[in-house]
T-cell receptor
Framework: AQKVTQAQTEISVVEKEDVTLDCVYE???????LFWYKQPPSGELVFLIR??????QNEISGRYSWNFQKSTSSFNFTITASQVVDSAVYFC???????????????FGTGTRLQVTL | DSGVTQTPKHLITATGQRVTLRCSPR?????VYWYQQSLDQGLQFLIQ???????AKGNILERFSAQQFPDLHSELNLSSLELGDSALYFC????????????FGPGTRLTVT
C-alpha cells in the first residue's frame, strides 16, 4: 500500500531563513507521481509541483526547489529566503497506478505546518 | 483561483440530516475527485468520477454517495450525518484519469451539531 510520511509536524523559522520540508514515501509501483500542495490559513489547497518517478532531476522555481531521490524514496521541498507569506501547511502526496490507467487518487502525508515570523 | 468551484462554502446542519455538496470542475477537466479533511483523519480520498462514471472509491462511508452529471459537475451526498462527519470537503479535478495534476476547489466546511 502507498504511504507518505511527513515527520516534521511543525517548523518555525525567522524570515529570510532557508527551510526544508521532508517527505518520504512508500510504493510498490515503478511509475508514480509525487506532489506538493500548500494550504494557507484561508484553507484552499494550492498545487505547487508534480514530479514523475522517472524524472529525478531537481527542480527550482523561484525561491522553491525540490529534491527527488528515488534511492531514499524522498521528495524534499526547500524554500529559500523564507517570507511571512510562506506560512502555511504543506502537504506531500503520492499518486500510483499511472501505467495501469487506474485511479490517480492522491495519498497525502499529514502535512508540515510552517510558521515564518519577522 | 484554481478554476474549480464548490458550493456552499459553509454548511451547518444537525445530526441525522442529509446534505448535498456541489462541485464544478475546471473547464475541460473530465475527472472529479472528492476528498475529506478532518483533524483526526487528515486528507483522505473519497471517490473519483471520470466523464460520468465512477472510477475509484476510497474510504467513503456507505452513508455517502456521489455522482457526476452530463455537464461534468459533481455532487457529494452525505446522509444520516454524525458529529464525526464535520470536516472540510474538497473537490478536485483533472483532465484525465491518470494525469496526476489535480486542482482543488476552495472546499466546503461542514459542521454537524
Amino acid at each position: 500500500a502507498q504511504k507518505v510520511t511527513q515527520a516534521q509536524t511543525e517548523i518555525s523559522v525567522v524570515e529570510k531563513e532557508d527551510v526544508t520540508l521532508d517527505c518520504v514515501y512508500e510504493t510498490r509501483d515503478t511509475t508514480y507521481y509525487l506532489f506538493w500542495y500548500k494550504q494557507p490559513p484561508s484553507g484552499e489547497l494550492v498545487f505547487l509541483i508534480r514530479r514523475n518517478s522517472f524524472d529525478e532531476q531537481n527542480e527550482i522555481s523561484g525561491r522553491y526547489s525540490w529534491n527527488f531521490q528515488k534511492s531514499t524514496s524522498s521528495f524534499n521541498f526547500t524554500i529559500t529566503a523564507s517570507q511571512v507569506v510562506d506560512s502555511a501547511v504543506y502537504f506531500c502526496a503520492l499518486s500510483e497506478g499511472i501505467n495501469t490507467g487506474t485511479a490517480s487518487k492522491l495519498t497525502f502525508g499529514t502535512g508540515t505546518r510552517l510558521q515564518v515570523t519577522l | 483561483d484554481s478554476g474549480v468551484t464548490q458550493t456552499p462554502k459553509h454548511l451547518i446542519t444537525a445530526t441525522g440530516q442529509r446534505v448535498t455538496l456541489r462541485c464544478s470542475p475546471r473547464s475541460g477537466d473530465l475527472s472529479v475527485y472528492w476528498y475529506q479533511q478532518s483533524l483526526d483523519q487528515g486528507l483522505q480520498f473519497l471517490i473519483q468520477y471520470y466523464n460520468g462514471e465512477e472510477r475509484a472509491k476510497g474510504n467513503i462511508l456507505e452513508r455517502f454517495s456521489a455522482q457526476q452529471f452530463p455537464d461534468l459537475h459533481s455532487e457529494l451526498n452525505l446522509s444520516s450525518l454524525e458529529l464525526g462527519d464535520s470536516a472540510l470537503y474538497f473537490c478536485a479535478s483533472s483532465v484525465g484519469t491518470t494525469s496526476g495534476e489535480q486542482y482543488f476547489g476552495p472546499g466546503t466546511r461542514l459542521t454537524v451539531t
